[in-house]
């Protein structure tokens, strides 16, 4: 969705604005903008429709806009068509003050009316321009800029997060938050806001993380924060481990395939510290064994790709702790009215910590009673600073809007945080116990093994790729395995795609089955791999090709019936869907290359879903 990037410094600003806009694109836009404050103090403006490369050639048709203090802006449209008078930055009637603005002002409708009637005249149609009129007129009326900023505050209400310019200051960078991410950077040339730590990385890895209702201002040597009451505060900073290669493609066509090649890994960095002597430890939960002898059902929360892991987590966690767990969509779960309380565990999955519905649902977990513990990869984000527990995955940045290292970490870590409550309740037996383990640390060579030969799922999709229609069937873990196979393959590839649990089928769905109709069956998972193998045979018999995943140990019961065999290593049949996810995602990405799309950066989606 959109995104942020201001400077100030000692440097060129256009040029750090514009690479901080490109490491923002993976989030999804439709227009973007610059705003610069020159030497001469004239507050420079462009912003366009389209993609940055249309940014780009705007301002090289100009003379370069000089200054060394800016802002930019990716634009995901809300309020408003995307085009260039929607784009950001938007500038107040007296061409003072730019703001660039993420979230949604809610009550922007009264204030416009209200501004109008004071015969102020709006060029856009969008709720961020209501933030640089309104600042204008607080400026004019109060002649200083930090109470227009502070009176502004006052005034609206929603979701911001808000770099502000003012070519009267023209060193001064204001930025403030409520409900929507911001961070500061730290630099050797100069500071930095951004929405996203990835705009960040080519400049600093040391950063301070905004909290609602505070207020920054930076300047080329100087940065202070100030509270909602305006009085100074000192932040922590914090480094990022993420270095900058690891948001660039290094050699991959795209961010989706090396974030698929980069899973071996992702999963190494986050189970490896996590096992020590035969054990699972975590130090996040040293305090809380009381607290998890207690709990007596468990809520997964979670929206997309997170939600399948929690549909995985459902299967697995109820099996080894013999209590209720449900998964459920974020965006339901918030307003299910929630049965809720202190035996109640909510457990919140999301790659970015940022998904609007997500943070929602945790909330309103928190509000009934419950303790919420979230499985997040990015360090600082709103989720998880609101749980009461967090574990971090450490999958590194994750670019491509499909997820697929995120997904496999957070899994993975959910199921070693299921086991480990097993063991606190001693619902686990010590050799289960050792056999899930042993399972875990030998998950990431068994990764590298399986994506290191791809053959088979490249020559699959290029043989399958101009279907118009795909079901992927399964049963238990592998049906929540072929929600996710599914889901990659829609979102990157515009096939229409649907999954079923393969018992399901007779009672509706199989009628769709015809001769030539593309199947994906999942034969993972060992327990139930007679079951999965007759509903093979009820779409092959009626005509369907059908491609099949299965293990070393399952592979024979079920290649009579495959039209496509993809093996993947064994391993216990509980972590089976780590494995199993892969060839799923191969496909789907070698489906979308066949098909000309744009893969990283699919229509209509953005990589963190920051709206309702
Ligand atoms: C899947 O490939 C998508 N990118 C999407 O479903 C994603 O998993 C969902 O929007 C949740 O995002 P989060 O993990 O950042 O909360």
Redesign the pocket.
Known sequence: MCGIIGYAGRSEAVPILLDGLERLEYRGYDSAGVAVVSPENELQVVKTKGRLSVLREHLAEQDPLKGQIGIGHTRWATHGEPNDTNAHPHVGADGKIAVVHNGIIENYLEIRASLERKGIHFASETDTEVIAQLMEYYYRKLGNLMNAVYAVLGRIQGAYAMGILCRDVPGQMIAARKDAPLLIGYGEDGNYIASDVTALLAHTRTVTYMEDGEVAVLTADSVQIYDRERAPIDREKHTVDWDVSAAEKGGYAHFMLKEIMEQGEAVRKTVSPRLQDGRIVLPELAESAEFLKGIRKINIV?????YHVGMVGKYVLEKLLRIPVDAYLASEFRYSEPLLGEDTLVIV????G??LD?MAALREAKKGGSKVLSIVNVMGSSIARESDIVLYTWAGPEIA???TK?YTTQMVLLIMLGIYMADVNGRVAADEYAALVNGITELPEKIESLLGDVDICQKAASHYFNRNSVFFIGRNLDYALGLEGS??LK?ISYIHSESYAAGELKHGTISLIEPGTLVVALATYAPLLEKTRSNIVEVRSRGADVIVVATEETAPAVRDQATELLIIPSTHPLLQPVLGVMPLQIFAYYVALNRGCDIDKPRNLA???TVE
């Open positions: 979670a929206c997309g790709s997170a999955i999301s790659q970015s940022e998904t997500s809007v499909a997820t995120a889901l990659k979102e990589k963190s879903v």
